[in-house]
């Protein structure tokens, strides 16, 4: 399988990333364990997370994912197989990306992950209020610490991700080497006219998330009734309209051209975008998983590509 690197670092990914929301939520830990098994057989290697996750589920606090891996990478020895990204900012008692919120939050991440790196830190979320270059300075000490090898950002908008990367480099700062932006068949206006063009002139890696539209891409959500006491139901209720049904027909036509299934073809058309570095996508079954990493093992042709693009169109 041909690796991608992370910007200008020296980390090498395969082109799928497992998004790790699923731990400790609508994954148990017995089946995490299973996935992650599974993930890295397939020769895959880049999990994302988040301290934040899974917060938004009752009773939940945030870290019951990154504790579900580090308790996989201690009883598995399976560390040094992963790529890690986890995230800062989003967690309600770690909220922001100030410095002595970033330094704070990192050791917490660390032991919940039971590793004392980290390969990928990402900032969930732009912060307005913490100066930028406090932001990346924090990052700087992390970097020369040895507790992260890379910094990402995620939801920024073009004009900060483009900001950011100029105090980097005015003030001899670590420089975001990757954008974690939201991006599917469905969801393509935001990160195509605004985010695509500056990771592209800059160099800055792209793990989109979201790949599957929530599951909507998967097919399995054709009518109001297959979201009905669905864990994702309500997040994928906006997708239910012509343009979405129109996607879902051409992935049908796609999937049974390859004899795969329409994730599959959902994933393999974010990875044929040349930007693109990794799609993330994440899975709640082993069976579900076999779909994310066939997608690494087939190639649209160029016709196939425009097809779906053409199907999934957003201008007007
Ligand atoms: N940076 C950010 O702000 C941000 C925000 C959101 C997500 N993320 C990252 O992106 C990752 C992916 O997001 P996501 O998991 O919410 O959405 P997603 O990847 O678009 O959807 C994945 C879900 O679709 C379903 N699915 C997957 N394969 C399937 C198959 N073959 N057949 C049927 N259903 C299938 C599963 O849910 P069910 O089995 O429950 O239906 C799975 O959990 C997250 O884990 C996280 O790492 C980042």
């Not at 020769?43 to 939940?60: C, K, P, Q, R």
């Not at 994912?65 to 560390?79: D, P, Y």
């Not at 991440?109 to 830190?121: E, M, Q």
């Not at 790949?211 to 906006?238: H, N, P, T």
């Amino acid at each position: 399988m041909q690796t991608r690197s992370i910007g200008t670092s020296d980390l090498e990914v395969a082109p799928l990333v497992f998004g790790g929301n699923v731990f400790g939520w609508t994954a148990d830990e017995r089946t995490s364990f299973s996935i992650l098994d599974a993930f890295v057989d397939h020769g895959l290697n880049f999990i994302d997370t988040a301290d934040v996750y899974s917060a938004w589920v009752e009773g939940h606090q945030g870290g019951e994912s990154e504790t579900i891996i580090g308790k996989w990478f201690k009883e598995s020895g399976k560390r040094h197989k992963v790529v890690l990204a986890t995230k800062v900012g989003m967690l309600g008692t770690r909220a922001g990306l100030s410095a002595a919120n970033i330094a704070a939050a990192v050791d917490d991440s660390l032991r919940r992950l039971k590793t004392d790196y980290i390969d990928v830190y990402f900032s969930h979320l732009d912060d307005d209020k913490t100066p930028l270059d406090e932001t990346l300075g924090a990052y700087q000490k992390l970097i020369q610490a040895g507790k992260v090898r890379v910094i990402g950002a995620s939801n920024y908008t073009g004009a900060r991700l483009e900001e950011a990367l100029k105090v980097a480099k005015e003030s001899s700062l670590p420089a975001y080497q990757i954008l974690q932006p939201e991006y599917n068949l469905y969801d393509r206006e935001g990160y195509e006219t605004e985010l695509e063009p500056v990771a592209e002139a800059h160099k800055v890696a792209v793990a989109t998330y979201f790949s599957l539209a929530s599951g909507f891409l998967s097919g399995k959500y054709r009518s109001k009734e297959d979201m009905q006491g669905k864990a994702r139901g309500s997040r994928v209720e906006k997708y239910l309209n012509e343009r979405g049904l129109k996607i879902l027909d051409a992935l049908d036509e796609a999937a049974k051209r390859h004899d795969t299934t329409p994730a599959t073809i959902a994933l393999a058309w974010i990875i044929a975008r040349p930007s693109v570095t990794a799609p993330i996508a994440s899975a709640t079954s082993v069976q579900q998983l076999e779909s994310l990493a066939a997608a690494t093992r087939l190639e649209l042709d160029p016709e196939e590509v425009a097809e779906l693009d053409e199907a999934s169109a957003w201008q007007k």
